[in-house]
């Protein structure tokens, strides 16, 4: 599967997966305790300002970080014309910074990082019969699937490009669902084919 990791290094590189993985949860939990704009907006504007110490580490994500953007704008504009210009900023920053803490969660650290910490910190519901292994690939997964998604999208709309001169947009829909169709299933059948070893 294709991976938004980026191999271009960036002091963000260096952190521990669990450091960064439970200070990123923190930060993006925090913002939902308020509903304060000025508060919302110093913390979205912290949050570009970490995505962008990271360099050139950030070149893989540039139409990921394009579609949030757009996104957002979409958000505010839809509650503008509700008359809802207040929630409509709060939603789009919330959206923004915990976007890109995301992003940058996964430019900077491998899966297997990710899924050693997922096993740690589940370890201790193993005493309730639960099996933590299984949980933390699903986890897992599920995060490598969401990342997948965005590269296929990438290259797919890439490819249209070079061809038409034009983005895929809608187009890319019925190709993108039968390539991570496709995807899973090779994931499906090797994992049955590992864990019937």
């Known amino acids: 599967m294709g991976s938004l990791y980026s191999e271009h290094r960036s002091w963000l590189h260096g952190v521990p997966a669990a450091v960064k993985l439970l200070l990123f949860a923190f930060l993006g939990t925090v913002q939902y305790g308020t509903n304060n704009v000025t508060v ?3 913390a979205a504007g ?5 995505f962008a110490s990271l360099g050139r580490a950030i070149l893989p ?15 505010l504009a839809f509650h503008a014309v509700l008359h809802q210009a207040v929630l409509g900023w709060i939603s789009t920053l919330r959206l923004l910074s915990a976007s890109l803490l995301g992003i940058a969660l996964t430019l900077t650290t491998r899966s297997g990082d990710l899924l050693d910490v997922l ?5 201790p519901l193993q005493r309730l019969g639960l099996k ?4 933390a690939l699903q986890l897992a997964m599920m995060l490598r699937f969401t990342e997948h998604f965005f590269v296929v999208w990438k290259r797919l709309d890439d490819a249209h490009r070079l061809r038409t001169g034009k983005t895929g ?3 890319l ?4 669902t039968i390539q991570m169709l496709s995807s899973a299933r090779r994931v499906a059948d090797t994992l049955e084919m590992r864990m019937g070893e």
């Open 46 to 50: 912290a949050c570009v300002l970490l």
């Open 119 to 123: 096993e740690r910190l589940l370890s």
């Open 61 to 75: 994500a540039r139409k990921l970080v394009a579609s949030v953007v757009l996104a957002s704008l979409l958000i």
């Open 173 to 176: 829909l019925a190709p993108l």
């Open 132 to 135: 933590t292994e299984r949980l």
């Open 169 to 171: 947009g809608l187009r």
């Open 40 to 42: 919302l907006a110093v």
